[in-house]
């Protein structure tokens, strides 16, 4: 798990350097044709590692209702998120993580859930859950790469 940690937050770090490196107005950008922009994709990549890690073990996300909501499956951006969200977004990247990483090292994943993805994957455990986040984190990263073409 070590292994897959260092990934993650090596992820969370490619993400973060989209905000660092594109103006609010990039950010909020939904090509078109295109369903969602790229500060989009950085919310649901957190609130997807929220509810794989902690909602299919049982326990509370470290996410808001509010937050949860605009960026869960399904939701459609209104290309609107402001300053301010975008940082609590950057501030969220790695405070998540590196919270799960405590929660994971004192046990907190113990129960888990078994569901089938959507993409066809079973998950039984948190250590599944997390491969597979890890994976669908690689996904949004390349939905990212093409709306930046647009940019």
Known sequence: MNTLFKSIKRSREIYASYIENYTLEQLNLIPEGLRNNLIWNIGHIIVSQQRLAYLLSENETLLTEEFTNKYVNGTIPDGKTTQEEVDEIKS???????????DYENGKFENYTETQTRTGFLLTNFEEGMLFNHYHEGVHLGFMMKIKRFI
Do not use: R
Not at 92 to 102: A, P
């Open 92 to 102: 969220l990247l790695f405070s998540t993580i590196e919270q799960t990483i405590l």
